[in-house]
């Protein structure tokens, strides 16, 4: 997860810092959101040997099947050596496309040594909670299912079909995903719960501003390799492969793809300039969103890396190998590119463009890349922007909403791939200092819950009337 329309940013939200909304409570969803979490957590759903997202699937189903839905209602399927789950809550108007609720259970790895506590055994500390799946994505799942669940407990008759879904391979091959996009290509869009999210500030710990995902970039992994006949390293040859690589690289490295933007990523520079420290990034940021022309300005973000991914496609050396022998010259050398595209463009387009970048025949490209689609951005939704405006409002008054584009790979890809828009939607708050998704002591803030159940509560029971 990561930060997360233009016209739907609607200009009377205000840019104070709000207070989180005083809300009813709701005891039996706040307890099960921490005990499902702590649960799922618990559960090891790694890829690999004694992966147990299966495991994860039925703790998931039975808290489904004991809050209402029909074992029948249920389908958890395995795949390899993972599984996914799909659970439809039937509406009164069949016409109706569904609302799809949709999240991963899978983890990245985790080793104990590494870390300060077990990653598998949960542990609460001073309000946060920690263990691998904190903020990726256990406790945003585990959230939004006790939401719905308490949906259907106070008696609430959707018009709409609701279906939460969780892929199980979401951080590697991605193979759930598309499954489970292709069986929901009827819908009529996706909350996300695994995108978006909100900042607090460093100091005070109140809410800054909450920013939601509209897009984002296309994961694709190129591999550059030269071979020739090598021989004696006493008889060297002009056509060394290393050479002719190391030439490559140094001008994919000093490559600089077109700047461009869209209308989410322009609202993201209008909107997140203010709330950029450093004076001369939000002056930049200004003036990229009126012109993304702007050199000057375009330097200046693209010598940030926080801002730099944002601008367009950006296309990186991230491995490299060569040679069989000190004393032999290389028959062969090798480099992984790694991209990141602007929607928009398809990774065979962006192949020749490195060809093109190259500009030497025996260099040879090829598309290695595993897991990834292209997809569009999805388009701008006023029914959406409002519901989501006041679940924000009720949640969080006054917080600043903000779009964005992830420049990393969720599930939405696939839903947008077949044509379904997808969201990133999560209402989990968190400081930059403690952002830990994929790393060491990953952890999340348990003060996300309360407000988390208003906005859920709000957002589906509006988007599913």
Not at 183 to 197: R, S, Y
Not at 442 to 447: A, D, I, P, Q, V
Request: hydrophobic fraction near 40%; glycine fraction near 8%; aromatic fraction near 8%.
């Amino acid at each position: 997860m990561g930060l997360k329309f233009r016209f739907i940013l609607v200009a009377s939200v205000a840019l104070s810092v709000p207070a989180v909304a005083k809300d009813a409570n709701y005891p039996k969803a706040e307890a099960q959101t921490l005990d499902l979490a702590q649960k799922a957590i618990a559960i090891r759903s790694v890829r690999g040997e004694g992966n147990r997202t299966a495991d994860v699937a039925k703790l998931f189903g039975d808290a489904l099947i004991a809050g209402g839905w029909s074992a029948s209602d249920i389908e958890i399927m395995p795949v390899d050596d993972t599984a996914y789950l799909i659970a439809t809550w039937k509406g009164s108007n069949a016409a109706l496309k569904p609302l799809v609720i949709s999240g991963h259970m899978d983890v990245v790895e985790a080793k104990r040594e590494d870390w300060e506590r077990d990653p598998f055994v949960p542990v609460v500390e001073n309000g946060i909670l920690f263990g691998r799946g904190a903020s990726d994505m256990k406790f945003d799942g585990a959230l939004a299912l006790s939401t719905l669940i308490e949906l259907r407990r106070q008696g609430y008759k959707p018009r709409r079909t609701i279906v939460i879904e969780f892929s199980g391979d979401e951080e590697t091959t991605m193979k759930t995903s598309a499954i489970i996009a292709e069986k929901l290509k009827n819908a009529e869009l996706v909350i996300n719960v695994d995108g978006g999210g909100g900042a607090l500030d460093e100091a005070t710990g109140k809410p800054l501003y909450w920013t939601w995902q509209g897009a984002e970039k296309t994961y694709a992994d190129y591999r550059l390799e030269v071979t020739n006949a090598g021989g004696h390293s006493s008889a060297p040859r002009p056509d060394n492969a290393i050479v002719q690589l190391s030439h490559a690289l140094a001008k994919v490295g000093a490559y600089k793809f077109t700047a461009e933007q869209n209308d989410i990523t322009k609202g993201y520079f209008e909107k997140a300039a203010a709330f950029t420290e450093k004076a001369e990034i939000a002056a930049a940021m200004r003036a990229f969103a009126a012109n993304p022309a702007d050199e000057k300005a375009l330097a200046t973000l693209r010598a940030d890396p926080s801002m730099v991914g944002k601008v367009g496609t950006t296309c990186v050396p991230t491995m490299l190998g060569g040679g069989h022998a000190e004393n032999a010259l290389p028959q062969r050398a090798w480099a992984n590119i790694n991209c990141r595209i602007f929607p928009g463009h398809s990774k065979e387009a962006i192949m020749a463009e490195l060809g093109q970048v190259v500009g030497d025949p025996a260099v040879k490209i090829t598309d290695v890349t595993l897991g990834s689609v292209a997809s569009p951005a999805s388009p701008l939704r006023a029914d959406l922007m409002s519901a989501v405006t006041k679940a924000m409002a009720k949640s969080y008054p006054g917080v600043a909403l903000i779009p964005s584009q992830a420049s990393g790979a969720s599930d939405s890809m696939w839903f947008r791939a077949v044509g379904v828009p997808s969201y990133g939607l999560s209402p989990a708050f968190s400081k930059d200092s403690e952002d830990f998704s994929h790393g060491l002591n990953e952890r999340t803030r348990l003060s996300n819950i309360r407000p988390g159940i208003t906005y859920y509560l709000s957002l589906i029971t509006d988007l599913s009337k």
